[in-house]
Structures are given as structure tokens and as C-alpha cells.
């Protein structure tokens, strides 16, 4: 696979210099409106816009897509919100206004880099929905991107900002449900017998710029399967449920267990029922090696079993906790205290129940505040990056059939090539990622 060096920066990369991005900079107060450029529009752009539309403090000024309806459905729903958004196909073009303060990126996940670190650039603040990056290595200069440029940079992983799972952690890492070594997260559904495409079933149609929309992925005959969220199936755009579903679960379990990777990870699993094209697991299992605790992860798309799951394992109890809320369940110790070997024990620790919350209202609300006070967000680029290590290394083992002993400090697979060019990827010219190596 060839390298992208720091010398192969590109003009269609980025195509504003510098002096164009500081002057484009604006030193906000705590009552000013933010001035929001907003670059995917489609079915989870839409639900980001309604909830920034939701701050008084936001000012939609410009929206971009390569999909005509989606642009026009966002132009029309800032319309309604009394706002007036300048429409545009070029995400260049909206970096380069001077009325725009921060950048929200929703687009599928193999324009995430390109995306953020030309929004940084340009002196714009980001905030970017999850999986942070499609490979690693991307992830790796979205972070140094973002401190370079003094940006602040927030990843849409939503349940960092939930009150009731910064409660949750805050019991589970004080001791609350005993010592915890054993997490699992999951997402199961049953999708059978599989997907069809709901927008451009017809053929490719002049609303939707197909060579546009690819940007850096390999060139390929339009599909109107790959093009419209099913993206998430094809390894060239997304990563599956992992990188979807995975990509909040794990974060929260490694958040919990206050840790930041492991030393270890084996992944099986394959697409085995479903049959619609897709490339991605359709069941897939994972296990997470951290220093003191197992983490483990479920992926199956053909049975709907317990759906979506994350549950901390203690000694004292078991916290299984989601965006409706947490519950606590009490173990009753069953072995024997060796000074009273005939002693019953009760219940470690009561029962319990918390309700959840509105996760957006909150993330969005988190990134505004630090866009205004320069402090990073609950879901920091870095906490991003690190989160979609797990995911990335947990499809790289998948699809390789092998474990892997992961060097978290250089961010390599130890004594294994293969695994580590799976770490990179190439850009289809004329893009290009300057640092990518």
C-alpha cells in the first residue's frame, strides 16, 4: 500500500491557505451566537441540525451536500426556524466563509478526516459525528490536527454528555457496584433477510454527485445500495455495526473502566445470513484484553435477542446502563468467609434506577459552551480517537481470523504487517491527507 507523506499536502485538499483561515477567526463571548456551517445533511446530519436549531445561541449560515434533497430539506427546515442558510455542493466552499464559526460534519465516515482537519485549518471549530475516522491512522491526525490549530474539536459520541452515565461512571469507577473486570456491550436485531435501497432505486440521477460523493474511496460504478446510510455495510465507507453501534458502547466501557486501550484484542464473525451485498459482520464477537478488566462485544443482525446492551460486571453488582437510563442489580456472595465459613451473606448493595435523559440537547450544548470558553468537550477529539482504536482493531482481527497485541504508546499491531497496513489507507487521487503514513 503507498504512503501519503507530510510533503503530498495537496491544493484539493484543503484550498484555504492560511492567512484566509485567521482571518477567519472569531474570539466569541459567552452571549454571542455561534455561526454554524453544516456539511452532510442526511438522516443523522438532519437529526444534528434539529438540535442545534434547539440553542437560541446558534446561527445556521451555510449547508452543503452532494444530495439536492437533503440540502434542500436542511435549507427548509432552517427556513422554519427563522434562520436563512446559503446552499452549497462544495464543502470547500462553506470553509471558506468568514461567516461561519464552527463546522458540523455528518457525512459518511470515510470524509470524516478530510472533512475535520480542513475545518480546523481553516480555523474553524468541529464538531463530527462518530466513528471519528475510518482507519486509525486518520484519527491519529485529526487529534494532532486539532492541537496544531488550537481547535476545538467534539466527536458526536452523544452519551458522553448524558448526566445519568457521568453519575453511572462516577459510581462504577468510586467502587460503587465492587471491583468491575468484566464489561459487554452489544447491538443485536433481526434485519433479515437483509436491505434494499431507499433513495435513487432508479439509477443515478443529477441530484447526486456520485464522483463527489466517493471523494478519497476507490472508484467505483454507482450503487444505489453503498450511497445512502447502507453505506455503513462496505468496508470502504464505514465499518458496520462496530464502528456504529461499537463506536458508542465501547466508548462508554472504556470511559467506565478509566482506561485507554488494551493490550490485546480477538474478533470473529463474518457475514454469514444476510445476503443483500453488504461486506460487513452480520454476527460478530470481540474480546478486549485491558489490563485489569475483559471487555467484551456482540454484533448479530439476524436475531434480535436482548437489542442494545452495555452492562459493568462487579463484584458487588452488575450496572447495566442505557440512554433510558442505568439500573443496578446486587450479587449475593454464594462462597465462603474463611474466619465464618458457615456465615449466609445478604445482597452486596441495594438495588437501584435512574431515567436517562436528551443526550443531544446536552452534547450540543457541551460543544457551544467550549467554542465560547476554549475548554475541550466531554467527547474530546482525543477521547474520540481512542474509542475508535477499540472499533478499528476489533474489524481489523475480524476480517483478518487472528488476535492482535496492540502498542497503544506507538499505535502499532506488534510483530504484524498485515494488521498494520490496515492501519493506513490510500486516497483516490486528486485527494490527499497530509500526515498520513
Not at 445556521?60 to 455542493?89: E, G
Not at 462508554?252 to 459482520?281: C, H, M, Q, S
Not at 471487555?295 to 446492551?309: A, F, I, K, Y
Request: one cysteine or more; charged letters at 25%.
Amino acid at each position: 500500500m503507498s504512503k501519503i507523506t507530510r510533503r503530498e499536502f495537496t491544493r484539493t485538499t484543503v484550498a484555504i491557505a492560511a492567512g484566509t483561515a485567521l482571518g477567519s477567526m472569531r474570539v466569541l463571548g459567552a452571549n454571542d451566537r455561534v455561526n454554524l456551517g453544516v456539511i452532510g445533511c442526511g438522516g443523522r446530519g438532519s437529526q444534528d441540525l434539529a438540535s442545534f436549531l434547539k440553542h437560541p445561541d446558534v446561527n445556521v449560515t451555510a449547508v452543503c451536500d452532494v444530495y439536492d434533497p437533503f440540502r434542500d430539506r436542511a435549507v427548509k427546515t432552517i427556513s422554519a426556524a427563522n434562520q436563512t442558510a446559503a446552499p452549497l455542493k462544495d464543502f470547500r466552499q462553506l470553509l471558506e466563509r468568514k461567516d461561519v464559526d464552527a463546522v458540523l460534519i455528518a457525512t459518511p465516515d470515510h470524509w470524516h478526516a478530510l472533512h475535520m482537519v480542513s475545518a480546523v485549518r481553516a480555523g474553524k471549530d468541529v464538531y463530527v459525528e462518530k466513528p471519528m475516522s475510518l482507519v486509525l491512522h486518520e484519527g491519529r491526525i485529526m487529534v494532532d490536527e486539532a492541537r496544531k490549530h488550537n481547535r476545538v474539536v467534539a466527536v458526536g459520541s452523544q452519551q458522553r454528555s448524558g448526566a445519568h452515565y457521568a453519575e453511572a461512571v462516577k459510581l462504577i469507577q468510586d467502587g460503587g457496584i465492587g471491583s468491575v473486570h468484566h464489561v459487554h456491550a452489544g447491538m443485536t436485531r433481526n434485519a433479515m433477510p437483509g436491505f434494499v435501497a431507499r433513495e435513487l432505486r432508479g439509477g443515478l440521477t443529477p441530484a447526486l454527485d456520485w464522483d463527489m460523493w466517493l471523494g478519497p474511496a476507490p472508484k467505483v460504478p454507482f450503487d444505489p445500495y453503498r450511497a445512502i446510510y447502507y453505506f455503513r455495510w462496505f468496508w470502504d465507507y464505514s465499518g458496520g455495526q462496530m464502528t456504529n453501534w461499537g463506536a458508542h458502547h465501547l466508548d462508554i466501557a472504556r470511559w467506565g473502566l478509566n482506561a485507554e486501550a488494551p493490550t490485546a484484542v480477538a474478533g470473529f464473525g463474518g457475514r454469514y445470513a444476510i445476503k443483500d451485498g453488504g461486506e460487513t459482520p452480520d454476527v460478530q464477537q470481540v474480546i478486549y484484553n485491558f489490563p485489569s478488566a475483559v471487555v467484551t462485544w456482540t454484533t448479530r443482525e439476524m436475531n434480535q435477542g436482548d437489542g442494545v446492551t452495555l452492562s459493568f460486571y462487579g463484584t458487588k453488582g452488575t450496572l447495566d446502563l442505557l440512554r433510558s437510563g442505568y439500573r443496578i442489580r446486587p450479587e449475593t456472595w454464594t462462597g465462603q468467609d474463611p474466619a465464618e465459613p458457615e456465615k449466609k451473606f445478604a445482597p452486596a448493595i441495594e438495588a437501584k434506577e435512574v431515567k436517562g435523559g436528551d443526550l443531544d440537547a446536552q452534547h450540543v450544548r457541551n460543544f457551544l459552551d467550549c467554542v465560547k470558553s476554549r475548554k475541550r468537550p466531554n467527547a474530546d477529539v482525543e477521547e474520540g480517537h481512542r474509542s475508535a482504536v477499540l472499533c478499528h482493531l476489533g474489524n481489523i482481527s475480524t476480517r483478518l481470523g487472528r488476535s492482535l497485541k496492540w502498542d497503544a504508546k506507538q499505535e502499532r499491531v506488534v510483530n504484524d504487517d498485515e494488521a498494520n497496513k490496515m492501519l493506513t489507507k490510500t486516497y483516490r487521487k486528486p485527494w490527499s491527507l497530509d500526515g498520513m503514513s
